[in-house]
């Protein structure tokens, strides 16, 4: 693969403003977060249902990395369509596919950056998966168990809670610096500072 193929990040959500504010976009608010680090703006792209911003991240010069962002604008447990289109599009392997999505199972605001493994039972991931396969980095961003009997897709349907709320932009924040050092610095170097 020649050494100016962009990496792909793909943050997961659901299209639309109802879902804008729930825990299951917190995906679309990291990949927002970036487009406005570039200075671009997202457009819809011809080759799948996503909203998409080509740009650069990193150190401006030699040492930055092109990246496509993307947000599918189909429903997450249909993600793997759109991210599929685009990665064929680009010409980018999934060595270069990068996933920041919602997780259940780590406290909120807590980070997550692996490489492969399985789908602990996400929609997104589930359908990202079965049409490419285990092996792509993965941006973990936790949002905690759902409290007392709430139902999980009820939970992460939700909006952040006022209390989440006041933390939310660093978080997210930090999520963008960690997306930014996986691709600049290392899967591990990344690790050693973000996976808290």
Avoid at 28 to 50: C, I
Avoid at 66 to 83: D, E, F, I, T
Avoid at 92 to 121: M, S
Avoid at 181 to 191: C, H, K, M, P, Y
Wanted: hydrophobic share 35%.
């Amino acid at each position: 693969m020649p050494a100016t193929t962009p990496w792909l990040i793909a943050g997961l959500g659901n299209p639309g403003p109802d879902y804008s504010g729930n825990r299951h976009n917190v995906g679309f608010m990291v990949a927002d977060l970036l487009a406005g680090r570039t200075g671009g703006r997202f457009k819809s792209h011809k080759a799948g249902r996503a909203q998409v911003l080509e740009g650069r991240i990193g150190v401006p010069g030699t040492t930055s990395t092109r990246v496509v962002l993307a947000k599918p604008m189909s429903y997450m447990n249909v993600s793997g369509g759109p991210v599929k289109a685009l990665l064929d599009f680009y010409g980018i392997g999934t060595d270069r596919l990068l996933v920041v999505h919602d997780e259940l199972d780590i406290d909120y605001g807590t980070l997550r950056l692996k490489f492969g493994g399985g789908d602990n039972g996400h929609n997104g991931l589930k359908s990202l998966t079965k049409l490419l396969g285990r092996d792509y980095y993965r941006v973990r961003f936790g949002v905690g168990r759902p409290p007392g009997r709430m139902q999980v897709a009820d939970y992460v349907l939700k909006d952040f809670s006022s209390t989440e709320r006041k933390e939310l932009d660093y978080f997210v924040d930090r999520a963008a610096d960690a997306c930014e050092s996986l691709i600049t610095d290392g899967l591990e170097r990344a690790q050693s500072t973000y996976n808290t």
